[in-house]
């Protein structure tokens, strides 16, 4: 088998040269050998000319990856009561969206647990969430994400336009799904291998300051100071930096005859046969920390295969994928209105296929929508959800409505919840030298506060918090320097004292015309 032509190639006693084959464990999967396909029951192992260090074994199994990676399924056993826990430390309130957000969590989990019949017949739990900014419609998706470690996207319903239209068409939400999933794949593959590809980048390093054939003395005294970070801001010359092969270009997809529907195209290096392999090097002047960057990126490169993580990734995109649409009312117009506004119409009519699932081609390989979990989100402020696209609505079955935060969940976000804005700003102006201590009276009056104008004013939330604890820490983070070395108290008078000029301007707008 060509690995020019596949990217991988089975085992081959010819292979004498390769010490340690980088491997990539993929169970119950084909590999295309001439015309035919055959099933591979054992691990895949995906070679790389030239490359001695391994990849992955095949004890690198699900149960065996390390935390952290896409691979790892330890959270994805939580129950949903259990999730609903761990959603309790970051959000406040909102009890009937934890459970809808849990509940729709595991079922993705349960499907994975079916037999491949039955699993193609098990559709993901679509939801449109209903609720004002700043409730916790957004944080809540972006944490159940992280407790699944799925790829996760969040997108804007209003950056996209109807096919045909300048801008983006809804298809490159997959797209950019893809990318995303494939960053967050090499991140893991180099958290992996990070003790390889640093063995090797010191060797490489070293030997562009002191050369390969030193004393041995020499050189361990340079990898000393290299170690400590002696070493950093010495910059090499360009005729002591070996040259390094410049990355390979992207593949342009073409169309494809063969066959192959799950591929659907050809990938096809324009670049490389027009101009054939270059070489390039680094700047003249390249510091030691800047070409150490360099050679950890080329190594990471070389040790991984594009064409197996490319496939790795559309297969998680496709099982575990998640995507976030946010302000899908802001792309509805009210029926009650006259006029009819088809621009945004057309944009919900493409959405419509996308969710309902169909193949998205990428540069990467075809993709299959529909098994990802759609989530949009509105505000529904001048519209109802009623008036969005009656095929569409029930598309996302499942129908969420936030309810608006009161003065107690604003006393138990400041209080209740991990990393919350006051531990925040305690650690910040911490860093300064500063003691700052928020009393419980003053953290009620900041409560009490927010629940005033966001029912006076526009009600954005949570988000007000941020606009009062900014206000109230104005005069100490300006001047820091003069606090430096002191206990500031953040009590109940403090928070009277500009409780004025918080209230005044927007009392004074209910009398302007």
Known sequence: ????????????????????????????CQTRVGPRFRKQTTPLRFFRHGSAERVLSSKDTAENTTPGTLDNDSHVCMYPREIVNELNRYVIGQEDAKKAFAIALRSRWRRLQLSSELQKEVIPKNMLVIGSTGVGKTEIARRVAKLYDAPFLKVEATRYTEVGYKGKDVESIIVDLVELTIRQIKEALFKKLNSQIQAAVEEKVLDSLCGPDVHSSTREAFR??????????????????????????????????????????????????????????????????????????AETERIADKAVIARKAIEVVEQRGIVF????????????????????????????????????????????????????????????????????????????????????????ILVNTDNSLIKQQEALLNAEGIQVKFTDEAIHEIAALSARLNTNTVNIGARRLHTIIEKIMED??????????????????????????????????????
Do not use: W
């Open 224 to 297: 000393t100071m290299f170690r400590k970070g002696m070493l950093d801001d010495r910059y090499l010359e360009l005729d002591s930096v070996s040259a390094m092969t410049a990355p390979e270009p992207d593949p342009v997809p073409l169309p494809s005859n063969s066959g192959d529907e799950k591929e659907g195209f050809v990938l096809v290096d324009i670049q490389g046969l027009l101009q054939g392999p270059q070489q390039t090097s680094p700047p003249k002047n390249t510091t030691v920390s800047a070409y150490r960057s360099r050679i950890e990126q």
């Open 325 to 412: 649409i946010d302000e899908i009312d802001k792309i509805c117009v009210n029926k009650d209105l006259e006029g009819k506004d088809n621009f945004h119409e057309g944009v919900q009519k493409d959405l419509l296929p996308l969710i309902e699932g169909t193949t998205v081609s990428t540069k990467h390989g075809n993709v299959d929508t529909s098994k990802i979990l759609f989530i949009a989100s509105g505000a529904f402020h001048s519209c109802k959800p009623s008036d969005l696209l009656s095929e569409l609505q029930g598309r996302l079955p499942i129908r969420i409505q936030m309810s608006p935060l009161t003065e107690k969940d604003f006393y138990n």
């Open 476 to 513: 100490i983070s300006f001047n820091c320097e003069e606090y430096r070395g002191s206990t500031v108290t953040i009590d109940s008078s403090r928070i009277e004292h500009i409780k004025k000029e918080i209230l005044l301007p927007y009392d004074l707008q209910r009398h302007i015309i």
């Open 1 to 28: 088998v060509s690995t020019q032509s596949t990217g991988f190639s089975p085992p081959s006693p010819h292979m004498k040269s390769i010490k340690r084959p980088v491997m990539f464990s993929f169970p119950q």
